[in-house]
């Protein structure tokens, strides 16, 4: 679980004394980590928050704009389709040429850019420049996420890095899940107020969901001068890249991989897409007012926000990864199954898919750590991550063009079939590890045992634990 | 003799429910010989659906209220039309009718929707438009080789007192030979024992800031089916044909051996002439209440039909009016798009059910397929899983 972080880009190495005092003020204090930790989370808050402005706003923008649902998917699909190869370049423009702080400023800046373009399309009522600013807003935002992570593993390798990452995952959610609430109550304030065309109106409440952005760019420059700070005090010098992202390397991996690759492909396409397709559904298909459609279509980020560091603890401690990522996918099968089959109180599938959702996320993704090589992580996760984009770019256009032809049935139906794949490739994988050596399914104990034959990494242990160490003492 | 009767009507519906191909034959005031007398009195189409076994006649009648009438009698039947001012009792079969069902336009509504309910009930004002007040013009009609045919009456005046309406009000009536979907949205499943009727609202002028529209048809059943007439509604998961639209209105009219005619619709209203669903709207539905007006009733062609014997306790025929009124809350009235559109179904018979598609067909087997693989495999591991389980107990491995 250790191995977890999406990236590894950077090795550290400090010169720092064991003997000094460490006060609050120091960057080594748990009080500094905290900070830092808050403003990691803030870093990514408004990204996510504005990722999903389309999604919680889907009649109004339909409405007001006069586009079909096809074209509303556009919003979504250009933020995915250049993050096909951003996940690369992103991770690496940070490890090569910004350095993490200037990268995440720079990324940070982009994300707000992103924003001011795209509320000025709804402006101009102009479906392009939304485009372009939904391309400047998707560069920028997925590799703020990279950015997000590099300083995770900076700040918090060998410590508490699992819980910083489900701690990022929550803050997150909470950005998409207050995005879903508070959007349509602030759009129609905003019309009530100001009288003016509609799609100008919804320009203003996209402007005022920029300063979102605005916030987590204040967050990335104030992380960057305690990291500074930190840099100076504890003498911690990075190493310049050792494992520059390599197309080349895509060859030598496993096979293993590559059905761990597909399998999010298929599962996450069954969720992103449905969210954003969600609202109207619930609105027609079971008669919610938009308020509770937007609801309920973010409970999935309402139950990750809150489990998500919990369940993650649970794989923590019980191991069994592939029995809890067959156990998520078929949850989340059977809730695209009520959904399109029945007309049972879609609570409890929404309620089943996020709890599925939640496990999923810390299930996983970790298989790639346990199936490559540590060296070679960065790749593999920009790996994973890129074909999930081009996963998502291609599957929000289809739903799209699926609902506007041949209705939400079908586009269920679609995520149905893709989940169903999802479970055989799980199946087909776990066939493969019981029949070899068995490490992706293994429990704690069992981990462990195979863990205590190895020789200790020296690398793995860090000042930064040292510390810790110290200060308990 | 009824016991009998009834016995073959419900073995005729049962038997066309299944052989469903007819032949349409289409006929504008059938048996006229001198056609510019009888227009001035009677705009009368005719439309004859040979099946097998029996015949279904659709008389689309816009000489006052316009109204579709569908008669069911057995094959060789032939409709007469006497062509004189008085109407009463002035349509015959050769033979008597099996049964008989009826659909009539009898008023449209105009109401000032002040609370944006989309609920007639309350409004704070209404305008009744009698149908038969339009000048109505039987425009056009389409016959796609005998497979299918498409009438349309329109009118663009309306000579009600104190009413002024410019803009064009229409009803549409396509009949097909064969079972199949209709070529708009929300695409109807018909049988050729049924008739779709549509009716457009095109570019009203409205009397109310908040206006919203409603008609009152009115709903005749004859023996056996006349017992009572109920309106149900049913949900369903397949919304590949009807948009986003999960709902079904049956108003289905009973005997004691089940249905005989019905109206069927699906919520839904679109307000412009590209009926997508991202232009569409609902429907409110109002209940189904007895309507014994003669005044009403005898300016429909089912007074040509029945004459007197329509009316009174001696009436053999189940006499019925709902009102359905179109938009909902937050749509912009009608005034937004200026522009209705509206469809239902009337037939006789098994109301038409949905078929699955090949496509959904396909995704759900493949989905099975892919399932049963799974559930194997895991089988599999399990029972590997049990083993090793099994020889670290007997080996203790």
């Not at chain 1, 900070?35 to 923008?61: K, W």
């Not at chain 1, 890129?386 to 586009?411: C, H, K, Q, R, T």
């Not at chain 1, 490739?425 to 776990?430: Q, R, Y």
């Not at chain 2, 989905?367 to 389980?389: A, D, G, H, N």
Request: charged letters at 15%; a neutral charge.
């Amino acid at each position: 679980m250790e191995e977890s972080h999406p990236t590894s880009s950077a090795d550290i190495t400090d010169n720092h004394e064991r003997d000094c005092k460490v006060t609050w003020t120091h960057p080594s204090h748990i009080f500094q980590r905290l900070i830092a930790l808050f403003l990691m989370c803030l870093i990514g808050f408004g990204s996510y928050f504005c990722f999903d402005n389309p999604g919680a706003l889907q009649d109004n923008f339909i409405q007001d704009m006069n586009l079909t649902t096809s074209q509303f998917v556009y919003l979504y699909s250009w933020y995915s389709w250049p993050n096909v190869v951003m996940c690369f370049i992103g991770g690496f423009l940070i490890d090569s040429v910004f350095g993490i702080r200037l990268g995440t400023v720079i990324y940070a800046l982009l994300v707000v850019l992103g924003q001011i373009v795209f509320a000025a399309g709804a402006y101009l009522n102009a479906l392009w420049i939304m485009i372009l600013g939904r391309l400047i807003f998707g560069i920028g935002g997925e590799s703020l996420a990279v950015a997000q992570n590099n300083y995770a593993v900076l700040w918090f390798k060998g410590k508490e890095l699992n819980m910083v990452f489900g701690f990022q995952i929550s803050f997150a959610r909470v950005g998409s899940t207050v995005n879903f609430v508070v959007m349509e109550p602030l759009y129609r304030y905003v019309k009530n107020q100001i009288n003016v065309p509609n799609y100008q109106s919804l320009s203003i409440v996209l402007l005022i969901a920029s300063l979102t952005c605005v916030l987590s760019l204040v967050s990335a420059l104030l992380l960057a001068w305690q990291d500074k700070r930190a840099e100076k005090l504890l003498h911690r010098k990075t190493l310049e890249a050792t494992e520059v992202v390599k197309m080349s390397d895509v060859w030598y991996f496993p096979k293993v991989f590559w059905l761990v690759t597909f399998i999010i492909v298929f599962y996450y396409t069954s969720i992103f897409p449905f969210v954003a397709l969600g609202k109207v559904f619930f609105e027609k298909k079971y008669n919610f007012s938009p308020d509770s459609a937007n609801l309920i279509n973010g409970i999935i980020y309402i139950i990750s926000a809150i489990c998500a560091p919990g369940l993650g603890l649970v794989i923590d401690k019980t191991g069994r990864n592939l029995f809890w990522v067959f156990l998520s996918i078929l949850g989340t099968l059977v809730s695209h199954m009520f959904l399109a089959f029945t007309f049972v109180n879609p609570y409890i599938a929404m309620f089943t898919m996020g709890l599925s959702y939640s496990m999923l996320a810390s299930a996983l993704w970790p298989l790639i750590a346990m199936v490559i090589p540590e060296h070679q992580m960065g790749t593999a996760y920009g790996i994973a991550q890129s074909v999930e984009n081009l996963g998502l770019a291609v599957v929000a256009l289809l739903s799209g063009i699926i609902v506007d032809s041949d209705g939400y049935y079908m586009v269920e139906l679609f995520f149905c079939l893709l989940l169903s794949a999802a479970l055989l490739l799980t199946a087909i994988l776990w066939t493969w590890d019981s029949l070899s050596n068995g490490i992706l399914n293994m429990s704690i104990k069992q981990r462990n045992q195979l863990e205590s034959n190895k020789t200790p990494c020296a690398e793995k242990q860090n000042l930064l634990q040292n510390n810790d160490t110290n200060i308990e003492d | 003799m009824k016991a009998l009767k009834t016995i073959v009507f419900v073995l005729t519906i049962f038997t066309t429910s299944v052989v469903a191909d007819r032949i349409l034959h289409t006929e504008f005031n059938p048996g006229c010989q001198m056609e510019d007398y009888c227009s001035k009195l009677s705009k009368l189409t005719y439309i004859r659906a040979d099946g097998d076994n029996d015949t279904v006649h659709f008389v689309l009648d816009a000489t006052l209220k316009p109204s579709l009438v569908i008669i069911i009698t057995n094959k060789d039947a032939a409709i007469k039309v006497n062509y004189t001012s008085d109407p009463k009792n002035s349509i015959n079969f050769t033979q008597s009718p099996l049964y008989t069902f009826a659909s009539v336009f009898n008023n449209l509504y105009e109401f000032n929707d002040v609370n944006d309910t989309a609920n007639m009930k309350n409004s704070d004002n209404f305008l009744k438009m009698d149908f038969k007040k339009f000048n109505w013009n039987t425009s056009q009609s389409i016959n796609n080789n005998n497979e299918s045919v498409e009438i349309i009456l329109s009118a663009n005046s309306y000579r009600g007192p104190r009413i002024e309406k410019s803009g064009i009000v229409s009803i549409t009536l396509k009949v097909y030979g064969k079972k199949d979907t209709g070529s708009l949205l929300p695409h109807l499943v018909h049988t050729p024992d049924s008739g779709e009727l549509t009716l457009t609202l095109n570019n009203l002028n409205t009397n109310f800031t908040k206006s919203r529209f409603a008609v009152e048809l009115l709903t005749s059943s004859s023996f056996p089916f006349n017992k009572s007439e109920e309106l149900s509604s049913n949900t369903f998961s397949d919304d590949k044909l009807s948009g986003g639209t999960f709902l079904n209105y049956l108003l289905n009219a009973k005997g004691n051996v089940g249905g005989g005619g019905f109206l069927s619709w699906k919520p839904v209203v679109y307000k412009a002439k590209n009926t997508h669903a991202l232009n569409s709207s609902a429907t409110t539905q109002y209940d189904v209440q007895d309507h014994p007006f003669e005044n009403d009733w005898i300016n429909t062609p089912l007074y040509k039909l029945y004459g007197n014997s329509l009316f009174g306790n001696n009436s053999q025929l189940l006499l019925k009016s709902i009102s359905v009124s179109f938009g909902q809350p937050n749509d912009g009235f009608y005034a937004k798009s200026n522009y209705t559109y509206w469809t239902f179904l009337v037939g006789i018979g098994t109301p038409p059910q949905t078929i699955l598609g090949f496509l959904e067909l396909s995704i759900i087997a493949s989905l099975l397929l892919m399932l049963s693989i799974t559930m194997i495999l895991i089988f599999c591991i399990f029972m590997r899983w049990m083993s090793s389980k099994r020889n670290s107990i007997i080996y203790g491995q």
